[in-house]
Every structure is written in structure tokens, then in C-alpha cells.
Nanobody
């Protein structure tokens, strides 16, 4: 199983980014997918999740209203559209895949998001 993130980068406050995660080696449609982040000196936290069918999403309060998680079954990919980015959004963003209870069975290697002027 491989989860490969891309699309991080450096952006100014108020800007947008859309990290992506491409999955392989698993039956993508069976998996709950999530985005998680870890800032320096902090624990990894869940920021957004999407059900295997794509019909249910959930967000951490820290990004709710500013971000949208989506998935594309044809591309075995999940995305996180992030808008109105703030310096406190700076972190490594990790994609996760869960077969059962939302806790990831598999993790990607992470993509760095830095929000700074």
C-alpha cells in the first residue's frame, strides 16, 4: 500500500492550497480517508475525514468553514482544498486510509504546508 501526498508548499496568509493524496495497492472505495497534520512540537491531529462512499465528511473546528475534503474514485485520490490559510495552519499534512474505524491503517509520507508572509 502506498499513499503519496503532493501539493504542499509556501503560501501567504489568506492564500489557498490543495494538497492531494494518491493511493495504490488497496481497494480505494473500501477506505475511509483522512487528512491529519502535525505542527512542530505538537501531536498529530485529525483535520478532515471522508467516508468510503464520499457522502459523509467531518472537519476539525480549526479548519471548518475554510477547507473541503473530497475524493475521486477514478483517480484513487483524496484532496484537501484549504482556503483563507493562517500561520497556525503551518504543519506537515499526512493522508491516512482506514478500513474500519477512522483510525488510519496506512499513512502517507506527508507534505509540508507553510503559511508565512
Amino acid at each position: 500500500v502506498q499513499l503519496v501526498e503532493a501539493g504542499g508548499g509556501l503560501v501567504q496568509p489568506g492564500g489557498s492550497l490543495r494538497p492531494s493524496c494518491a493511493a495504490s495497492g488497496l481497494t480505494f472505495t473500501n477506505y475511509i480517508m483522512s487528512w491529519n497534520r502535525q505542527a512542530p512540537g505538537k501531536e498529530r491531529e485529525l483535520v478532515a475525514g471522508i467516508s468510503s462512499g464520499g457522502d459523509i465528511t467531518n472537519y476539525a473546528s480549526s479548519i471548518k468553514g475554510r477547507s473541503t475534503i473530497s475524493r475521486d474514485e477514478a483517480k484513487n485520490s483524496v484532496y484537501l482544498q484549504m482556503n483563507s490559510l493562517k500561520p497556525e495552519d503551518t504543519a506537515v499534512y499526512y493522508c491516512g486510509a482506514s478500513l474500519w474505524n477512522g483510525v488510519p491503517d496506512y499513512w502517507g509520507q506527508g507534505t509540508q504546508v507553510t503559511v508565512s508572509s
